[in-house]
């Protein structure tokens, strides 16, 4: 062989030698691009295989009949629009931040003023630390009247103040108004009171929700009314307003998907007194348990005319009977009732309990699930805004982001946000026991889920 042939044959095998190693190389670098894809996406929000609420396959709409050719609220929708690009202001002499809230003309002021003066304190704590590069917080102060369309005028006023993002609120027509709002003048909001399920399937990007919804409430009652008391004939009075329409559905379908429909629902209106009408009709069906689903008072007043009429039956609530008003009004008549809450005050956690003590140092009053959902939304935003700066959009992105606030640690418990934005962590179970509510994880009714959340701590 020539010498030239020979030379012709190492380069060519020198090249294949080459090419061996870069298609090596290639795969390797694919192996880690992928990895790091799927690390990205699993650690986005919920797991995929879980459904949607978390709710249990026996439970989930028409699961046993045949698959959706395709699901909802499974991907989260993304904001491609402009203003990231813009530059923060200067000589700013205050942050300013939106609070929209009941604080009067409504029937649930108490509720309220307690969500202020959770924000408020929150506020106040970060100033202390330094506020935002030595500049404070400022709290702007809306009341959401309770009117239609009000909420919307009240947001902007915050756009012409120019707030950066705002808290709020609890009424479920207010809520969802302020969120139209929102979407229009690209401002961020943190629902901290609002359970109406359908708020963050609106699929609008510019809102999260820090507290636990009546969908994760009723499927908490489902589960201890059914399938741990027993109960199978269960009747149902609630509030003749979207909180009791919206919140009781969902505990009407899911109790009709694990066979016992509800033998008869009635309503009543906030500020009634009265209800042996709607009582009279409910006892005429022989039910084995009732059902309440109000504010405080009316609920404690029903309850009370209940036992007074004779009802021997377990009393179930909503979950705001969790309140001083509710126990005070009842009195010895609250004892067994059975409730949900969206966290547990009672918990063995530190912060929480510096919180509370705190919170009555300096409003002379006990927190309530309110408050301190207020106290974890206002301390997202906060944190949101230290960590991207003054621009709408980009605090946009971080609280949405499902990654930065995934898994948070708050006073009312750890954060888990869905591809909806939407807080699905872990309800609780309130009895009333010698006049005090005892809180108990509430057990998932489906079995291939496990509570996170421990009997005492967070």
Do not use: C
């Amino acid at each position: 062989m020539e010498l030239k042939e020979i030379t012709n044959l190492l380069t060519a095998e020198k090249m294949s030698r080459r090419d061996v190693v870069r298609t090596t190389n290639y795969k390797l670098l694919l192996i880690v691009f992928l990895s790091i894809v799927l690390t990205v996406f699993d650690s986005m929000g919920q797991d995929q295989k879980q459904n949607y609420g978390k709710a249990s396959d026996e439970i989930f709409p028409y699961q046993r009949y045949q698959k959706a050719y395709k699901y909802h609220f499974l991907v989260p929708i993304q904001f491609y629009g402009a203003g990231r690009e813009k530059l923060p202001p200067t000589n700013l002499k205050e942050v300013r931040i939106g609070f929209l809230g009941p604080l009067e003309g409504s029937v649930i002021v108490s509720l309220g003023k307690q969500m202020l003066q959770g924000a408020t304190l929150a506020i106040e704590e970060a100033n202390k630390r330094g506020g935002y590069h030595n500049i404070p917080y400022k709290l702007m102060i809306h009341n959401d009247v309770g009117l239609w369309g009000a909420a919307a005028n009240e947001v902007v006023k915050m756009d012409d103040e120019k707030v950066w993002a705002f808290l709020g609120s609890i009424d479920d027509i207010v809520s969802h108004v302020a969120l139209r709002a929102t979407l229009k003048l690209e401002i961020p909001m943190i629902n901290t009171g609002d359970p109406d399920p359908t708020f963050t399937e609106t699929n609008i990007p510019w809102a999260i929700r820090v507290i636990t919804d009546d969908r994760q409430s009723s499927y908490g009652l489902v589960n201890q009314i059914f399938k741990k008391d027993g109960h199978s004939r269960v009747a149902v009075i609630r509030a003749n307003n979207r909180y009791g329409r919206v919140g009781i559905k969902i505990f009407s379908e899911t109790a009709t998907r694990v066979g016992h429909p509800m033998v008869i629902e009635e309503r009543f209106n906030d500020g009634e007194t009265d209800f042996k009408t709607q009582l009279e009709r409910i006892m005429v069906t022989s039910p084995d348990a009732v059902l309440i689903w109000g504010n405080a008072k009316e609920s404690a007043l029903i309850l009370k005319q209940m036992r007074a009429m004779g009802f021997k039956q377990l009393v179930y609530g909503s979950d705001r009977m969790v309140s001083p008003e509710f126990l005070k009004i009842a009195g010895p008549s609250a004892e067994g009732v059975i409730t949900t809450s969206q966290y547990n005050p009672d918990a063995n956690n530190l912060r929480l309990k510096v919180f509370q003590s705190n919170y009555l140092k300096r409003f002379a009053q006990e927190p309530d699930v309110f408050a301190a959902h207020a106290y974890d939304g206002m301390n997202i935003t906060i944190e949101a805004i230290q960590k991207v700066g003054l621009n709408r959009v980009l605090i946009r992105d971080v609280l949405t982001d499902l990654k930065t606030f995934q898994g948070y640690k708050g006073i009312t418990g750890k954060k888990t946000f869905d591809q909806s934005w939407n807080n699905i962590s872990d309800i609780w179970i309130a009895r009333v026991s010698q006049g005090k509510f005892k809180f108990t994880p509430s057990p998932s009714m489906d079995p291939k889920q496990k509570v996170t959340s421990k009997n005492d701590s967070y």
